[in-house]
């Protein structure tokens, strides 16, 4: 086992980046990123990865949250995309049980909506054939009375049937940490908040980057035979700093989902249904709460931080009024939501929801490879693209070869539970294990089906660490949580903590309020901030907070 994925670590992973060069540089740590450096890695490149900011800190902690396949990808005849992703949903979740689970998904039909009961019956068909859906999950047809019996809370003036089928939903952030922690468990070396500001060359060719430690101001200089961008919305941004001559590759489009009380949403399974402009949108159940999205809108502005306007949060409100007309939801209902950009290949004369969601690939002259476009579902077979790419490289540099892709089967960091079939008897197992420490049954599967195969270490922290835990003011849960996530997650700040380890500031609002300030009195002492640094770091959390609820315009809107 190599050395833990620990903050405690993070120098020295800097350090030994810097020793000698890579074979393989992956710039972005995002889900693609984190599939490529894993990727690498099982096929014996010496490979590094970097993130300006915290791992998955940009779209892929903001997505819908799903592995689906793209069923409206159909009618834009993304026959080859909708195979690839709807086949690897399912690879994606044997691989990850705990982060993965399949979902229901109720897909009502209205009276002049996008989708009649025949080009329904006939898509999810093609749908279940493309992706080699199980027998289990494949689409049901169901007639008015049986819609209205699975969902009481639809609009029956327009309903017309509706389909039942299956979809996967995940945690996109705890996803890509996972995969990042067996990329590093497995040898790879991964830094978060170091920023690329430029690139060495050798003889007019890509042979390294200038690095920014952004919590030291250090620079540091790592050369690699081959480097890859996936930075995702700063693709262009990177592309342009090897190549000044190239435009924009990106159409940026911006969705925006809302969360409420599942007590103010009360639908029994996840649903997509239309809205009154022909778009989709789905509303899911999750931990207590629905949540609802997603808007899809042309974007231009901060990358690291895109808003919610007034308009969006008024296009959600008014989609779920629509097909749920009892249920009346207004702004205040709202309790957090969150933004996502999705960096989309420009098509001429497409609007946001036409463009292709197909990945592209770029290679330049200087030897630099970028990757952009594509979706969460089809990270794995990106990366065996990207890394298909760099095997040849080297091969033809210094002669080496490589191993074909050895992701298919491979469980990532916490997976090791037996598959989808054995996950549910590893949970019984280890929440015994848990209330035997002293836990809740509740707390205890919450754990478990958080940290899976991880979860041991997470109890053992519980175990042995009683005391200080309780010197801090902290519970045993939450104590257990932030250990695990120092030792084995390199959190670096609250907002690392609360936003892409847990998930807690969009679902759990209210405990990240009762929390925040004694978890980061906990992390300033632990990690030894300086005073300027904790000041930023507790300015910094109370702004997200701020920033999930939505401002005085947000909560006014009727």
Known sequence: MSEFFSTQNRARFIEQMCQKPLDLLVIGGGITGAGI??????????????????????????????????????????????????????????????????????????????????????????YDWLAKVPVSERRRMLSVEETKTMEPLLDNSSLIGGAHYYEYRTDDARLTIEVLKEAVDRGGRAVNYMKVID???????????????????????????????????????????????????????KGVHIVVAQSRLPIRQALYFDTPDGRMVFAIPRAGKTYIGTTDTPYKGNT?????????????????????????????????????????????????????RKDEIFQYESGLISIAGGKLTGYRKMAERIVNLVAIRLRQKEGR?????????????????????????????????????GLTAGESEKLVRMYGSNVGQVFSYLQNWKVESAAYGLTPVLFAQLQYALNHEMVVTPADFFIRRTGALYFHIDWVRN???????????????????????????????????GDALMKNTK
């Open 401 to 437: 070869k490589f191993t074909a892709c050895q992701t298919h089967n491979l469980p990532v960091s916490g997976g090791n539970v037996g598959g989808s079939t054995g996950f549910e008897n590893f949970v019984k197992e280890k929440m015994q294990q848990g209330v035997l420490l």
């Open 37 to 126: 450096a894993l990727d690498a890695v099982t096929r014996g490149m010496r490979t590094g990865l970097l993130e300006m900011q915290d791992f998955a800190a940009g779209t892929s902690s903001r997505s819908t949250k799903l592995i689906h396949g793209g069923l409206r990808y159909l009618k834009q005849l993304e026959i080859k995309l909708v195979a690839e992703t709807g086949r690897e949903r399912k690879i994606v979740y044997e691989n990850g049980p705990h982060i993965t689970k399949a979902e229901p998904m109720l897909l009502p039909l209205v009276k002049d909506g996008s989708l009649s009961k025949w080009s329904a019956s006939l898509g999810l068909a093609v």
């Open 304 to 356: 690291a931080h895109p808003h919610m306007t007034n308009e969006d949060l008024t296009y959600l409100l008014n989609a779920v009024n629509h097909i749920f007309p009892s249920v009346q939801l207004v702004a205040s209902d709202v309790e957090s939501h969150w933004v996502g950009l999705r960096p989309l290949i420009r098509q001429t004369g497409k609007g946001p929801s036409e463009i292709s």
């Open 515 to 549: 929390w925040e300030t004694v978890v980061w009195t906990y992390l300033m002492n632990e990690l030894k901030w300086s005073k300027e640094k904790a000041i930023e770091y507790r300015q910094q959390m109370r702004e997200l907070i701020q920033e999930a609820e």
């Open 199 to 253: 690139f060495l060359y050798k003889d007019k060719k890509i042979a390294g980057v200038v690095v920014e430690d952004q919590l030291t101001s250090d620079k540091h200089e790592i050369y690699a035979q081959v480097i890859v961008n996936a930075t995702g919305p700063w693709v262009d941004t990177l592309d342009v700093l090897n190549d000044t001559t190239k435009g924009e590759k990106l159409y940026l489009t």
